[in-house]
């Protein structure tokens, strides 16, 4: 707790100096909390944003909306294959003879970490294309919120 005070305290001091740099406490409570390899990865996503609204080409689109549908969407996706994965290891507690990873193709998968992080690295370069495009989702002069209507 004294160091959340301390956090506070620190942040307030920043903010009445008008610095740039603060220290929110939800991402600090959240890099003491997470382990390294989660908070390595939203560290990643942060320096991404900050390089895509440096960037940006002009300062009348929203770059936010659009990487932040985009990482929702590979959160949303990552959790319902999370769910998808679970269901082999819940079922074979039930029948033992049933294997638990269903989906491992390779006892030592023959070229270890490189393919996770080239899929890693292709999912960046996406959101990176996807933040960073200037087009809006227009169809002539209607726009997708008038096409609800």
Request: glycine letters at 10%.
């Amino acid at each position: 707790m004294g160091l959340g005070v301390v956090v506070i305290g620190l942040d307030v001091y920043l903010a009445r100096r008008q610095t740039t740099f603060r220290l929110p406490v939800l991402a600090v409570a959240l890099g003491m909390y997470l382990p390294l390899k989660l908070s390595a990865t939203i560290m990643f996503g942060g320096l991404l944003a900050e390089y895509v609204k440096t960037r940006k080409s002009s300062p009348d689109f929203s770059t936010e909306d659009r990487g932040l549908l985009f990482a929702a969407g590979l959160v949303t996706g990552e959790a319902l294959i999370g769910i998808l994965l679970a269901v082999p290891i819940t079922l074979s507690s039930v029948w033992p003879s049933l294997s638990e990873d269903l989906f491992q193709l390779f006892v030592d998968p023959p070229l270890g970490g490189w393919p996770g992080l080239a899929v890693l690295t292709a999912v960046g370069w996406c959101l990176l294309r996807v933040a960073r495009s200037t087009g809006s989702c227009t169809t002539g002069d209607r726009t997708t919120s008038d096409r609800r209507r």
